[in-house]
Every structure is written in C-alpha cells, then in structure tokens.
C-alpha cells in the first residue's frame, strides 16, 4: 500500500483515531474529523476492502472498524514519523541521572520511573548482563576460616562478589599470591604474557596455592553464569488498567500481570539484541504467548559501545508509536551516555 493510496489515507486516520478513543471508528467519523475529500459511503467501501485486505477488525455488531496487527505494522515500518522530545525532558533526565552518578542500581530504578512517567506505559528495564564484560580486577578477602569473599570488578565499573569455602584455612598470603596470578594473566596474557611466563607464575605458586586457584576459577566461571545476572526492574505495572481493553477483559489482565512478574519469560522476550536501534513486535509478534495482546517496544543500553541491557515498554497493541518509540530512543541514548560517563571509562 503506497502512501499516497486512498485507502492508505482512511487506515491511517483510523489508526490515529483509534489510538485516541479506543472505540471502533465509523465512515462518518473519518468523513467528519479528517479532511480526506470523499464522501462516508466512498470511505465504507474503502473500509470493507481494508477489513479483506486484513488491515481492518469489526469488533462484535459494531459498524465501526479498529486496527488489526497487520495495520501497526504497516504503520510502524512505513509511516511512523518521530517525534522530537522537548529538550527540558533531557535536561530533567539529565540531571536526575546526575543525582546517582555511579549508583548503577538506583539508575536503573530511575529509569523505569521515568519510562512510566512519559509513556504511561508499564515499563522494563533489565540490569546490566554482566557475562559480556571484560574483567579488569579481582581480589579474594578472607573473612574467617575457610571462607573467603571472592570480589570481581570489571572494565566497565561493575562489581560482583561472592563468597567461597575453601578445603581448608588460608593465610592472607596465599590468596593475594593467587589474586596476583589471576590479574597478572588479566593484564598481560594478551601482550607478552608468554606460555613460558605463564608456567613460571603457576610453578611459583605452593600446592596449596593452586589448589586454591583451581577453586577461585570455578568461582568464578558460577559467579558469571548465575541466571540472576540478568533481571528486569519494571515500573508502572498498573498502568495497564488505564486501557479499556484491558480494564474490560480481565483474563487478558490477569495474564499481563502474571507474565510481567516472570523473569524467565521477560529473559525471553528480550533476550534477543540485535541492531536495530529501536525493536517494536506487535501482538502476535511476540514470543511470548501472555503478551499476544500488547506491544511491546524494547531498545539496548550500552557500556563502552557494548550491548549490556535493555529497556522498554509493554501495553496495549493500541499505543502511540510515534511518541513511545522516539521517547525510548531518546531515553537510551541518555543512559547509555550517563553509564558510559559514570561508570564506563575507556577500556585498556
């Protein structure tokens, strides 16, 4: 369907209608509020051919029509048009950002609050996937006995930490012997860290150094698998009852509010990160069966140029697209350069 195409001209004036009222659209109300120069019994039969063509419902005895998927993303991929977000909402972002520079869990927070504010919308925001991180130090601390915190801070800033037991008790000197082997291979194993060097820094260390070793790697390679890396902060989670759509059908309420609390079901709906600046899967698009019924417009955050994280929006299919896809621009932009600022740096 061609932009200059009558029936292009109707859709679009009932898609925008719609987004507004959210009660079916009739002839006579295209004919009235929009100026397209035909005549309602011209734009009823635009409409019938709509409804054939898949671009158009008729919901229940109705006479009027509402957008089906097939017509947001018609919309989305061809028509949508950005909307410039007025500069005071970045300074406000900005300078809320500023408030917790560093506080890497607090800014996530403040995201998603802001997220809701602008969009209305409930919205997701997950925590940085520290699996595609670089590791820059790490330090093992005795706390008593056998048990040691075992604490590692990557070259974007992040620390994680988890405590270990080990086979026995050990001295403060075996494990910074153990620590300064593993940040020796860190720190040089890519330049002239040669197998010859290596082998020496691993003979130089006691049986019970290498023991020790043994369990440190293993710590570490749990500590950066755990599943709970990744989890998602949201937001706004009963703005959803604003939306006639859900607020009248409350299964399909009951199976968004079941859904937005399963992080292994939003792990899979975002989990794919791929170039596009700005992803919008509409409906069925999903896949995820419980958002079948909503939108959902996601984009990726970024730690020195590295996909980390994303943020979004889920509601109804029945959103404003225009806006909600240019305010999430906006707002990753701004926290990707707020991270790279405050926690980010330059990598080695």
């Not at 403060?172 to 820094?201: P, W």
């Not at 009951?254 to 794919?272: M, P, Q, V, W």
Request: net charge negative.
């Amino acid at each position: 369907m061609k932009k200059d195409d009558r029936k292009f001209d109707i859709l679009y004036s009932i898609i925008r209608d719609y987004i507004k009222t959210a009660e079916p659209v009739g002839s006579r109300t295209i004919e009235k509020k929009y100026n397209i120069g035909i005549s309602s019994a011209t734009i009823r039969n635009e409409m019938a051919d709509l409804e054939e063509m898949g671009y158009l419902l008729q919901p229940h005895t109705s006479s009027g029509r509402i957008p089906s998927d097939k017509a947001y993303r018609l919309y989305v991929d061809r028509f949508m048009k950005r909307v410039d977000v007025d500069n005071y909402i970045r300074d406000d972002v900005r300078s809320l950002y500023n408030r917790y520079f560093g506080e890497l869990e607090e800014i996530m927070n403040k995201t998603a609050q802001i997220l809701t504010k602008l969009t209305n919308l409930t919205s997701l925001v997950s925590t940085p996937n520290i699996t595609g991180l670089n590791i820059r130090d790490l330090r093992l601390i005795h706390i008593e006995d056998e048990r040691v915190l075992l604490v590692v801070i990557t070259k974007q800033g992040i620390v994680k930490n988890g405590e270990m037991r080990l086979n026995g008790i050990p001295t403060e000197q075996m494990l910074e012997h153990v620590a300064n082997f593993l940040n020796l291979c860190l720190t040089d194993m890519q330049t002239e860290f040669s197998a010859a060097t290596f082998a020496a820094s691993i003979d130089a260390l006691s049986p019970w150094e290498q023991k020790i070793l043994a369990q440190v790697v293993e710590a570490i390679k749990t500590l950066f698998n755990q599943e709970e890396d990744i989890r998602f902060i949201s937001n706004g989670v009963t703005e959803i009852f604003r939306y006639p759509e859900f607020r009248n059908d409350m299964d399909k309420t009951k199976r968004f509010l079941e859904a937005i609390h399963r992080n292994d079901l939003l792990s899979y709906l975002f989990t794919a990160m791929d170039d596009e600046p700005v992803r919008v899967r509409i409906g069925e698009e999903n896949e995820v069966e419980q958002f079948s019924d909503c939108s959902v417009i996601s984009a990726t955050y970024k730690l020195n140029g590295r996909p980390v994280g994303t943020i979004g929006v889920v509601g109804p299919t029945r959103m404003d697209y225009d806006y909600c896809v240019s305010v999430i621009e906006t707002l990753t932009d701004e926290l990707t350069e707020h991270l790279t600022e405050s926690i980010g740096g330059k990598e080695d």
